[in-house]
């Protein structure tokens, strides 16, 4: 009912800058949070930021200042951008949408099958 679809990872140097972008489609009736995680090898799987409809956001500690979440509702769409990259932020990035599809009365999770992110010289 509801298909979420990451892109944009992909192998960058300490220090460099990417972006990531995420768009849900499907029978979607409405989309409250939309949020960026990851996982990194030999770890769970952690929040990196979530932004709510009004555009309320949430950053982990370890990516605050450099990373910036984005959305646009019109579309369906949200968007990371990382900056200044670190090796520590080599992971899967996921891509997570909570939306109410159509028919149906509560909201759930929906998950993109994720994209993997890779920091090194």
């Known amino acids: 009912q509801v298909q979420v679809a990451e892109s944009g990872g992909g192998l960058v140097q300490p220090g460099g800058s990417l972006r990531l972008s995420c768009a849900a489609s499907?029978?979607?009736?409405?989309?409250?949070?939309m949020g960026w995680y990851r996982q990194a090898p030999g770890k769970e799987r952690e929040l990196v930021a979530r932004?709510?409809?009004?555009?309320?956001?949430n950053y982990a500690d370890s990516v605050k200042g450099r990373f910036t979440i984005s959305r646009d509702n019109a579309k369906n769409t949200v968007s990371l951008q990382m900056n200044s990259l670190k090796p520590e932020d080599t992971a899967v990035y996921y891509c997570?949408?909570?939306?109410?599809?159509?028919?149906?009365?509560?909201?759930?999770?929906?998950w993109g099958r994720g994209t993997l992110v890779t920091v090194s010289s």
């Open positions: 932004i709510t409809g009004g555009a309320g956001t």
């Open positions: 997570n949408v909570r939306a109410r599809a159509n028919q149906r009365l509560s909201f759930e999770d929906y």
């Open positions: 499907g029978s979607i009736s409405n989309i409250s949070i």
